[in-house]
């Protein structure tokens, strides 16, 4: 294995196909962005020594860049909250196909081909994206009960006590 190379634009341009004129200042830092997004979601911390395996690393990575590049200029509306707008009689929604690092980030396919291949063909573990999170309560496993009709409820400490179990909320609040 060795050491990630450093792409430049016209090595973008050269394997997209677009002219290096059509890659703004932001070209050399999405090929920075496309290669460390190639480094976390495969798990690779070193390029693959194989020619095929260093080719398809390459054209993922570029193709990824390429992709950041074409986004960049829609970055306020994509950082936008807004999902839709409507302004006069124009309305617009946002395309789920334009939010490749929302995808990334719930473990889906980006949607850039060559990225994809790459990822999946390449990738050692299954590291994914991840911006998100949650809370952990109990030390272990976590305790349930369904009732009569079919309500779960989470239990917790203060459910466990030697009458028993007491479901859907504290002894005092149903009446016992």
């Not at 369904?146 to 007491?166: C, H, M």
């Amino acid at each position: 294995m060795a050491t990630y190379p450093v792409y430049t634009i016209a090595q973008l341009a050269a394997t997209t196909g677009r002219p290096v004129s059509k890659y703004t200042s932001y070209g050399d830092e999405s090929i920075k962005q496309a290669t460390f997004l190639f480094k976390i979601l495969t798990g690779l911390e070193e390029f693959p020594d194989s020619a095929d395996d260093a080719q398809l690393a390459k054209y993922g990575i570029l193709y990824m860049a390429d992709y950041l590049c074409l986004m960049q200029p829609h970055s306020e509306l994509l950082a936008s909250p807004k999902t839709s707008e409507t302004i006069g009689s124009y309305s617009y929604s946002k395309s789920a196909s334009i939010q490749v690092l929302s995808k990334l980030k719930a473990g889906d396919d980006s949607g850039v081909y060559w990225f994809d291949l790459a990822i999946s063909l390449l990738g050692v573990s299954d590291a994914k994206v991840a911006a998100s999170g949650g809370l952990h309560f109990f030390e272990n496993d976590y305790y349930t009960y369904t009732d009569e009709v079919g309500r779960v409820d989470v239990l917790g400490p203060a459910d466990f006590y030697p009458g028993g179990i007491q479901p859907f909320g504290s002894p005092k609040n149903l009446g016992f």
